[in-house]
């Protein structure tokens, strides 16, 4: 058993098709998807065929996620923290470097992923982009690269944490 979904395309929003893969360009970027159900653009229409019905739910799920990152992009908030030694995040290219970091004298590195633009502004950190996987990932990649080692967590409880806008 087939099943069918379509999905309208938005005002301002332009989407194309290569093989498995979506394109979907707005007013705050451009995003590319490799998709797991069959996808057929029909004029402004999105058809998603597939024999499970979870995989088109997904499917759909993550062009509307595509829909709204091109129209209003997504953005988190992070901020920085320190008890001991006070820290600094400097910003070069697509890397994110934080400096004396627990007092080491060797900078810690986050890569930024994809066209994520990160800001450093006093104690935060802005973290935005159209893509949502890709301003997650460098989120998640600062929270790695300030994971602190050999260390009490309760006491030493320096670093860059996600906060609410």
């Known amino acids: 058993m087939k099943v069918k979904t379509e999905i ?11 093989g498995d893969e979506i394109s979907i360009s707005g007013p705050k970027g451009k995003v590319s998807r490799k998709l797991p159900s069959t996808v057929k653009l029909e004029g402004k229409k999105i058809m998603l065929v597939n024999n499970s019905k979870e995989k088109v739910n997904a499917t759909a ?15 988190k ?3 920085i923290i320190f008890a001991h030694f006070p820290m600094t995040v400097e910003i ?4 994110i470097y934080i400096k ?11 890569d930024i992923v994809g066209d994520t633009v990160v800001k450093s502004e006093k104690e935060f950190v802005k ?39």
């Open 77 to 79: 908030k992070m901020k």
């Open 61 to 75: 799920a993550i062009i509307k996620s595509l829909f709204k990152g091109v129209q209003e992009g997504f953005a």
């Open 8 to 18: 309208e395309i938005p005002d301002g929003i332009n989407a194309s098709l290569n």
């Open 92 to 95: 070069k290219g697509k890397e």
């Open 100 to 110: 004396n970091f627990l007092g080491e004298k060797v900078s810690r590195v986050a």
């Open 127 to 165: 973290i935005s982009g159209p893509d949502k996987y890709a301003v997650g990932q460098t989120v998640a990649n600062i929270k790695t690269a300030t994971h602190i080692r050999n260390k009490d967590p309760r006491t030493f409880q320096d670093g860059l944490y996600e906060v609410d806008e």
